[in-house]
């Protein structure tokens, strides 16, 4: 914080960026340095990265308490934070690249946290295989820049690309920009590689956090924000960004109206925010896109650690089931009052943080559209206008929804079992304060960015605010009209025990989940006020609108019957004739060894009968001559 204070406002005033580099490898082409850099942007995203980490420490020590694997666990945290700073700090794409992928593996390991449970188990190997599916593509990009730059170091890159005097083109921006942007995609969880992020949230709450608040999805939009001349440099770069962005916000919010575990809620919700980022990005303005990164991280990690205190309250980690129960705020109050701040703060009501940032986002998305922004088209700033609107007024309905669910049901009283760690209650309140507070800072943090204004403009303040507003009184009032048949017999059985640790009792909702409740598409809850308001769309927004039944039927399948097909060729034709090679010489072998038989008769007598052969031979050789 201290180095954030002198790197920006405050007493710094604009503070030079703090660098360091030392070589690590003259490569004979384009040299590798271990370069760091700490500028506005880097410090500030720093703190988040350090204080949201912090806090999930803080929170694992209660509700880990009896894990027998937190050890592990805690170290494997440390890492994930560690690599996520040098991402943050790096000043080289190579060293840049070895933090990306460090987190890479750490998010495997923590996902897979319960590996007793399939679900946790697959989700751990999705999470790493689509991210790394993205990673390659960003490997080949890195390299293409460095090619066409003849450095790796990105505060060169950056010289080079927006210097008024000697700035030097990219010979290929597109294909470089659009490389990158499949890494970016891929980390960040955006469309069409997201599919990843909602089945992650089979590993503990506090991972869920940390991956949604402050390391994994945050590292794509900080390397594209770091390298956006590069991306600005392409017009139609930037039209793939903002279209990537529009498709992410508003398909995310439908799915999140959808689900009914609770923290895939939340999951999808990140996914939205997330593309407001890259929308920031796309019409480039890269404060509005780290304002609101910061401002997310807060909200988002307040969000999920109180979802972990619900699900244990609850005994389940289905709406559904919530919504059949009484009493749960009185039981939670410290979950229920920050939670109920974080969600009007995800909702972009005024005067929270949420607000503020993504303000700062349509703002600068309707100064593009206006064509206020050079080498930004209007069609993309219209672009990501019109999604983050719609996006808005979506992102509002699925918070009122899981408020009103999660904390207004009605049924059977929420068993008590006594209230939470005091270690995890006060990391809520902890960041119960820069979600309610820290959006006012949006005078001061352009000193720490570019100097772009972060104020918000009439125009998208009151057409957000009142889309964010509708979309809550919408979605209460089909609330009202269905909650009547909230009461009625559960869809299923709570199956986790409350009186359990947190972290048991959490596993056991997410191993139970589906058994009880069926499939997120097929629990026809006649009181979930999403189901009437989504219609015929609800069954395919609940399953992510069948995009992991589309890269199933188009990547998994042929993958498998090519694998299918080269185990046959190998098994039955390959090795018929490495098992002909060697079965020869052992069928000679059993000949020759019945021949062997110890009796001196019978070697007497085949060497007469072989002897009359030859001789019979001889005789007609030499009569035919």
């Not at 498998?560 to 034709?573: P, Q, S």
Request: glycine share 10%; with cysteine.
């Amino acid at each position: 914080m201290l180095v954030a204070v002198r790197q920006g406002g405050g007493a710094g005033g604009g503070t030079a960026p703090l660098t360091a580099a030392t070589r690590l490898a003259d490569t004979g082409s384009v040299p590798i340095d271990l370069a760091l850099q700490v500028d506005g942007f880097a410090a500030l995203v720093a703190v988040l990265v350090a204080v949201v980490a912090c806090c999930v420490q803080i929170y694992s020590t209660g509700y880990l308490r009896d894990d027998p694997r937190y050890p592990s666990y805690a170290a494997l945290v440390s890492l994930f934070t560690a690599a996520m700073l040098l991402v943050v700090y790096a000043d080289d794409l190579i060293v840049l690249l070895i933090g990306w992928e460090i987190m890479g593996i750490c998010s495997y390991f923590l996902v897979g946290h319960y590996w007793e449970t399939a679900a946790a188990r697959s989700a751990s190997l999705k999470a790493f295989l689509v991210t790394k599916l993205g990673d390659v593509p960003f490997l080949i990009g890195i390299f293409a820049l460095a090619g066409d730059t003849g450095t790796f170091r990105i505060s060169e890159i950056h010289t080079r690309l927006t210097s008024e005097t000697a700035g030097v083109p990219l010979d290929h921006p597109t294909l470089i920009a659009l490389l990158l942007l499949a890494g970016v995609a891929g980390k960040s969880a955006q469309f069409p590689l997201h599919t990843w992020l909602p089945d992650a949230m089979a590993g503990p709450t506090p991972v869920s956090a940390l991956i949604h608040a402050a390391t994994m999805v945050a590292a794509g939009v900080f390397v594209v924000a770091r390298l956006l001349p590069v991306f600005a440099s392409s017009a139609a770069a930037l039209a793939v960004l903002a279209a990537m962005a529009a498709v992410t916000m508003v398909g995310s919010a439908l799915a999140a109206l959808a689900q009914d575990d609770i923290k895939r809620v939340l999951a999808y919700s990140t996914v939205g925010q997330l593309g407001y980022m890259t929308g920031a990005l796309a019409v480039d303005d890269r404060g509005a896109a780290v304002f609101h990164l910061i401002t997310h991280g807060a909200f988002k990690a307040l969000l999920f650690l109180g979802a972990g205190v619900v699900i244990h309250a609850a005994g389940s980690n289905s709406l559904a089931a919530m919504s059949r129960m009484s009493g749960l705020s009185q039981r939670i109050p410290d979950a229920f009052w920050t939670m109920t701040v974080a969600l009007l703060a995800l909702a972009a009501i005024p005067p929270f943080a949420g607000f503020f940032s993504k303000e700062a986002v349509l703002g600068t998305a309707e100064h593009a559209a206006t064509g206020h922004t050079p080498g930004v088209p209007t069609g993309v700033g219209w672009t990501v206008l019109l999604a983050g609107l719609l996006t808005a007024l979506l992102t509002a309905g699925y918070a009122a929804r899981l408020w009103l669910l999660a904390f207004r049901g009605r049924g059977e009283p929420v068993p008590d079992h006594g209230k939470q760690p005091v270690a995890m209650n006060v990391v809520l309140w902890v960041l119960f304060i820069p979600t309610a507070a820290l959006g006012l800072a949006y005078g001061t943090l352009p000193d720490w960015f570019d100097g772009e204004t972060l104020t918000p403009t009439l125009t998208t303040s009151v057409l957000g605010t009142g889309l964010a507003l509708v979309g809550v009184l919408v979605m209460y009032g089909a609330w009202r009209h269905r909650s009547a048949r909230a009461a009625r017999v559960p869809l299923g059985a709570v199956a986790a025990h409350p009186e359990a640790a947190d972290a048991v009792s959490e596993a056991e909702a997410i191993a139970t989940h589906e058994a009880a409740y069926g499939s997120i598409a097929g629990a026809s809850d006649p009181a979930d006020p999403g189901r009437l308001l989504l219609g015929p769309l609800h069954r395919h927004a609940a399953v992510g609108f069948h995009l992991d039944a589309v890269y199933s039927a188009l990547f998994v399948r042929p993958v498998r019957a090519a694998a299918r097909l080269v185990r046959f060729l190998d098994r039955e034709v390959v090795e018929t004739y490495v098992r002909g090679a060697g079965g020869a010489p052992r069928l000679l072998g059993a000949a020759v060894r019945r021949a062997q038989t110890g009796n001196v008769q019978t070697y007497l007598g085949a060497l007469l009968a072989g002897s009359l052969v030859l001789a019979v031979a001889a005789v007609l050789v030499a009569a035919g001559a």
